[in-house]
């Protein structure tokens, strides 16, 4: 169990893109990024850590970051341009909020249809914040991604049933396919996170009679989790883009989509040692491929 653990730690810290080492109590490099293998090419797994890269203080620490403080002031600036976006992405449906809810009090006023479209804007707010609250649980690591294996198939067929009326009512049709004995290394909620938010982007933006084909199938040594549609599509442009956060293409901008479901999928599959990307193009549909080792 220890051993197993300590291989997931090792292939998180590998999956890295900052500068990390983890060391063990002797100070010796239990797992390193790329990034710092690239900065200490010398150093091997097993090795000492280089005395000039510790403080002063006695005792091993668990950590090393490597990087610069201008890389620290980049990330402050990126967290306070997330809060920006995040206030900016609140404040569009509880301004259509407030023009309902004065539209209301006007002579002849389809006080009903004011009401439920304020409904909708208000579940928009509250999907927004669940979604920000959810990928910073994700970030700050308060949340474990990669925590045990879990079957895939169930929860695949759970998640199709569960949106199969929003489907119908879009006019996509959905097909499902996994093998039985595939299993995905996450815990189950986060394979219904990342299924989740794969069906919602497909039905949300797919566009009516098309299809949806959501597999889950091992090739070799890697499992592969791929959403297909055969929609609308996105513009070459736009797919390096798609997993940004807040990133919505032309098409989508008039959708009440938040623009975190994608980078929430990114976040979770990287996290546990894969990897996701999209492909496609206008009127070829999109295709979001999640690789994880098996």
């Keep these: ?42 150093l091997e797994l097993g090795d000492p850590v280089p005395a000039r890269l510790l403080g002063p203080e006695e005792g091993a620490p668990l950590l090393l970051y490597l990087g610069e403080p201008a890389e620290l002031a980049a990330y402050e600036e990126l967290r306070s341009g997330f809060t920006a976006a995040v206030s900016h992405e609140l404040r569009t449906p509880l301004a259509r909020l407030l023009v309902l809810l004065e539209s209301t009090l006007l002579p002849d006023a389809e006080v009903p249809e004011l009401v439920e479209a304020a409904r909708a ?8 914040i669940d979604d920000v609250l959810f990928l910073s649980e994700l970030e700050t690591g308060r949340e474990v991604v990669a925590l045990g294996s879990s079957p895939a198939r169930p929860i695949l067929e759970e998640v199709a049933s569960k949106t199969a009326e929003r489907a119908e009512r879009a006019d996509v049709r959905v097909h499902v396919a996994a093998d039985p004995d595939v299993l995905l290394p996450l815990r189950p909620r986060m394979i219904r996170m990342v299924l989740e938010n794969l069906f919602e982007n ?20 890697e499992i592969l989790l791929v959403a297909a549609d055969d929609g609308a ?33 990114k976040h979770v599959v990287t996290a546990a040692g894969g990897t996701v990307a999209a492909s496609g193009g206008p009127g070829r549909g999109l295709e979001i491929r999640c690789v994880f080792p098996a």
């Design 233 to 265: 599509g996105v513009a070459a442009g736009d797919l390096p883009r798609l997993f940004e956060r807040f990133y919505r293409a032309d098409r989508a901008r008039a959708s009440h989509g938040t623009g975190l479901g994608l980078a929430i999928v």
């Design 1 to 42: 169990m220890v051993k197993r653990e300590t291989e997931r730690a090792r292939a998180l810290v590998a999956s890295s893109e900052e500068p990390v080492i983890v060391l063990d109590a002797e100070q010796r490099v239990l797992a390193a990024s790329p990034v710092a293998l690239e900065a200490l090419p010398a």
């Design 202 to 221: 497909a039905l949300r933006y797919a566009g009516p009679r098309t299809r949806l084909t959501v597999s889950i199938r091992r090739e070799g040594d």
């Design 121 to 128: 804007e208000i579940d928009q707010v509250r999907e927004l």
